[in-house]
């Protein structure tokens, strides 16, 4: 089944660092970059030294693996960043549903000591490597999402704490034939609407169980078209909101955040400061394709991972 | 009068070439591919050299330029040693633009990094 419920998983401490287009007051206690170099020659460098620096926040004795990915050719960013630390590594890929999906893996092979899970991206390298270099001066679309900027980590393990990881829904890949890389949010749209449909139906809960349905950057058209899906099954979403799309309120230019940092960000920086919510359920959505297949004329494949959360007092 | 259909004409252009971005999924690479070869197709006809008269650096600022002179350049090598010259003559009138493409290209890359 794809779907368990866990016992004694709890998320504990987390760091996190954004971009300077991201530093708009929605974020709180997250470590701001200057430019998109932060002192390194290349934006790929830029890009290990965020992993180095978020590593250097988290690993203690305690470190046995660090589970992540991230947007890069063979997740490198992550790769250099470990090199010679003497810690096990699993380099994982579902694009941006990367950090839910490190969430499931560690919640398996959880213990006493601590297991890093961690995603970075950064908007120029993923320009880069989706769509057009930023030099090439390609033009966007409203349709258009922005991938953020940062990069953020946190401790999984059995000690409790006040976040509990209490149970997961691995998703499908669905394909609804979308070649459109400009619209990120139609593509993974159904994914996030067939994951949690799942996950209700396999836990047999209601969507008002959660307290709050976080996907993770369908942006503002992909949330709407989410919401016409379960309207369509007469589903309330009044809880169900989409962490690309709170990134920038104030950019009527963008369709809103993306990049598999964008949930983790808005959950941990924005979501858990408030101290509002106390069931959460996290959807990563992520978009599988790549340049080559999309300039063949292949259509984009999606998935979701879900993953409830809870709040203790 | 001179400037005047000058700037008509090359705003035009790039009004068209804007259209043209915005409306469809073509990149920047896709709209000076189609100028360049709308500019030797105009030079093929024979309106291209009336423009230029009429228009001046407007007209010769302007990528579909670049098609204009490949198309010169091949014609006037075709005429002076036949097929071979279609070949040899087709950048010979326009290597100074390739050239100074390739040299500010360069120097940029070296003085600049891209920003957001």
Known sequence: MASRKLKNIYLHHHYAIAGLTENNHVLKNVLYLKDYYCGMRSIEECEIRMNEIVLNKLISDHTKLVIGGNLDNQLTSLSYALANRNLGYLGIYTACATFVEGIIIGANMASNEDIIVITSSHNLVSERQFKYPIEYGSPV???????????????????????????????????????????????????????????????????????????????????????????????????????????????????????????????????????????????????????????????????????SLEVLK | MIYLYSFLFAGLMCLIAQIILDNTKLTPGHVTSIYTIIGSFLAYIGLYPKIIKTCGAGATSIIINFGATLYDGAYSGLKESGLIGVFTGMFSKSSAIITATILFGVLMGLLLNPKN
């Not at chain 1, 990069?151 to 890949?173: D, F, H, M, Q, R």
């Not at chain 1, 964008?262 to 959505?285: A, D």
């Open chain 1, 141 to 307: 679309k409203l349709s258009a999402t922005f991938t953020t900027t940062g990069c953020v980590g946190a401790i999984l393990n059995k000690e409790p704490s006040k976040l509990k990881v209490e149970s997961y829904t691995i998703g499908n890949v669905i394909d609804y034939n979308i070649k459109d890389v400009s619209n990120m949010g139609a593509v993974m749209a159904p994914s996030a609407y067939e994951t949690i449909k799942k996950h209700l139906k396999e836990l047999k809960r209601d969507i008002s169980y959660y307290d709050l349905v976080l996907t993770g950057d369908l942006g503002k058209y992909g949330l709407n078209i989410l919401k016409d899906m379960f309207k369509e099954d007469n589903t309330n979403t009044d809880n169900l909101y989409d962490a690309g799309s709170m990134l920038y309120p104030n950019d009527q230019k963008k369709a809103g955040g993306s990049g598999p940092v964008c949930l983790p960000l808005i959950l941990f920086n924005k979501i858990l400061c408030k101290k509002k919510y106390r069931r959460i359920l996290i959807v990563g959505t992520g978009s599988l394709h790549s340049k080559v297949l999309v300039d063949q004329k292949h259509s984009i494949p999606s998935i979701s991972h879900a993953v």
